[in-house]
């Protein structure tokens, strides 16, 4: 598999060999879908809480009579059925989101989604991604300059310049290869790694 290799410009110089293993896999959009929806199941946290009737403040005095009024049974202004009573199946706080994906699975579907990035052509690598100054405007020049306006970077070690300046870009987002979740790989227009950042991912995938 030959992936291109951007220069400055954002022009292909040249191409990168790289294995097919990784980036030269079928399209498994069902692995894709169950990879994409586990990460962002598992990203959930149980706080949300409601009340059952038992909780609810309410007045345990029974509404009106048994009989005689012709209207239903009513013994508590906390049932379910009436406004402002208690919920019959409350959320709580230790609901588990969780969904479970072997490792192996995870692996393949990233392979899948780097094998389709690089077939449409939304994957390049680049020799290197650095800035002087921890500047927004600077890297936002770079990029404008390289054709990129949606773009996750991916390289090899995150300095503190590339993050202070990438945080305030909506657009852009500046991870480490370890942290290249399968949203943002599917969510960014572009996806551009660096060459030493390429190696890690192939150490990492084989």
Known sequence: MELKLLNDQGQAASNVAAPDTIFGRDYNEALIHQV???YQANARSGNRKQKDRREVSHTTKKPWRQKGTGRARAGMSSSPLWRGGGRIF????????SHKVNKKMYRAGICSILSQLAREGRLSVVESLSIDAPKTKLLAQKLKGMGLDSVLVITDSLDENMLLASRNLPNVLVVEPRHADPVSLVF??????????LAKIEEMLA
Request: hydrophobic share 40%; glycine share 0%.
């Open 188 to 197: 960014y227009k572009k996806v551009l790694i660096t060459k030493p950042a």
């Open 90 to 97: 409350p959320n709580t706080p230790d609901e588990n989101f």
């Open 36 to 38: 994409v929806v586990a």
